[in-house]
């Protein structure tokens, strides 16, 4: 599966966000969505996840109650609605999709080439 994400920008702090993901070439609906991130210095890490039909989602401790995950499988597309944005959120955001819920980072099969976020405060 092809992935492609945007929706990324330059923010003030408070403000919000959606990014988009829109997948081409398989089946959409087989794969559980992710969201990750990587700021400079930092490892990539895991954002939010979204099971197949969407019933289940994940979020990392650190956007929990901020960020939400939706998807469409009519659009084949996942979104990242991003609230309250802080400066540490300042991120290269991916989308990536795996077959297995709960799948760790390294069991997502296919990624998209990134969008940037940037939150100044």
């Known amino acids: 599966v092809q992935l492609q994400a945007s929706g990324g920008g330059l923010v003030q702090a408070g403000m919000s966000l959606r990014l988009s993901c829109a997948a081409s070439?398989?089946?959409?609906?087989?794969?559980?969505m992710g969201w990750f991130r990587q700021a400079p210095g930092n490892e990539r890490e895991f954002v939010a996840a979204?099971?197949?039909?969407?019933?289940?989602?994940s979020y990392s401790d650190s956007v929990k109650g901020r960020f939400t995950i939706s998807r469409d499988n009519v659009k084949n597309t996942v979104y990242l609605q991003m609230n309250s944005l802080k400066p540490e959120d300042t991120a290269v955001y991916y989308c990536?999709?795996?077959?297995?819920?709960?799948?760790?980072?390294?069991?997502?099969?296919?990624w998209g080439q990134g969008t940037q976020v940037t939150v100044s405060s």
């Open positions: 990536a999709a795996a077959a297995s819920w709960r799948a760790p980072m390294s069991e997502y099969d296919y």
């Open positions: 070439g398989r089946i959409f609906s087989r794969y559980v």
């Open positions: 979204i099971s197949w039909s969407g019933g289940m989602t």
